[in-house]
């Protein structure tokens, strides 16, 4: 009963106006925050170490909101995908499409930060994407996932070697791949580097698939803009990465945290970046 009634809250909030949504989620952030020491022993250091480390102001309430709106906005954009693309300024647009243009397929990039979930609908507007996805352990949250994020031309494969095999045929095919590069991956699928100073597990997926064909990657953003709003998208194009999987994986993650900057209280600082996978190697000098 438990799990009908918790996906039904969850269709309520999403059918909500977007200001309402979001404040909403801006409340069951600070809910979140406030009854979990889990939640704030992963969520405060994450976020005042880089905020220190590169002399941003401090605003700890702003970013426990963020963190429950970057829930709602989701639920939101899967619910509402024509109004939430009506609710997004794209900039650099002529980068994807120069991008696109070359023949050779895209590789999105697209950290969790603000209302992320818009960027694969506007690409899909234009052409095909086959997104990885990493299925939820709930059953019932993984169906509302799955249900939400369904949508014409955005094709969803699962985090494994047919998955990737999938993505490989969509870039020859010289369609766009997406891919969420700030997950922790499987262990014996990543690297150690550094993630805003400390070593963090990271998938060198991007520059490996990237390299088959000079494919070029673009990081995206979508800073979320005032309650109500909706979003602002950008394009980077970033300079090939590396074929050696450590260093294409130390350059993506300072792309990444270049894209975090962008919007730092928007970013998912509750989730454990720095967590040592099941199979993984030890972390260098641990």
């Keep these: 009963m438990r799990k009908p009634l918790l996906k039904l809250s969850l269709n309520l909030i999403a059918a909500l106006p977007l200001s309402i949504a979001q404040a909403i989620g801006a409340f069951l952030g600070v809910l979140a925050y406030l009854g979990s020491s889990h939640y704030r022993s992963l969520f405060r250091p994450q976020y005042q170490t880089v905020v220190t480390a590169k002399n941003l102001p401090f605003k700890l309430w702003e970013a426990i909101r963020a963190s429950g709106m970057l829930f709602s906005d989701s639920l939101w954009i899967w619910r509402n995908p024509q109004k939430a693309l009506a609710l997004v300024e794209v900039q650099n647009w002529d980068v994807v499409e120069a991008a696109i243009n ?69 870039l020859t095919r010289g369609e766009a791949i997406g891919i969420l590069p700030d997950q922790v991956p499987s262990g ?24 088959r064909n000079n494919t070029p990657v673009v990081m995206f953003t979508a800073k979320r803009k005032g309650l109500g709003q909706g979003w602002l998208m950008q394009a980077t194009r970033l300079s090939p990465l ?39 190697e030890l972390p260098p000098n641990s």
Excluded at 109 to 124: C, N
């Design 188 to 211: 014996g699928e990543g690297v150690w580097v550094p993630f805003f100073g400390r070593p963090a597990y990271t998938t060198p997926l991007p520059a490996r698939l990237a390299n």
């Design 242 to 280: 590396s074929e050696d999987a450590t260093i294409g994986a130390a350059e993506l993650n300072v792309a990444i945290e270049n894209a975090v900057l962008v919007a730092p209280e928007q970013f998912i600082w509750s989730y454990n970046r720095y967590k040592h996978p099941s199979g993984a």
């Design 102 to 170: 070359e023949g050779h397929g895209l590789v999105m990039l697209t950290p969790h930060l603000g209302g992320f979930e818009i960027i694969p609908r506007v690409l899909a507007q234009h052409f095909p994407a086959t997104i990885l996805y990493r299925p939820s352990r709930q059953a019932w949250l993984n169906e509302v996932v799955e249900e939400g994020r369904a949508y014409p031309n955005m094709h969803f494969v699962p985090t494994n070697l047919n998955g990737v095999r999938q993505m490989t045929r969509a």
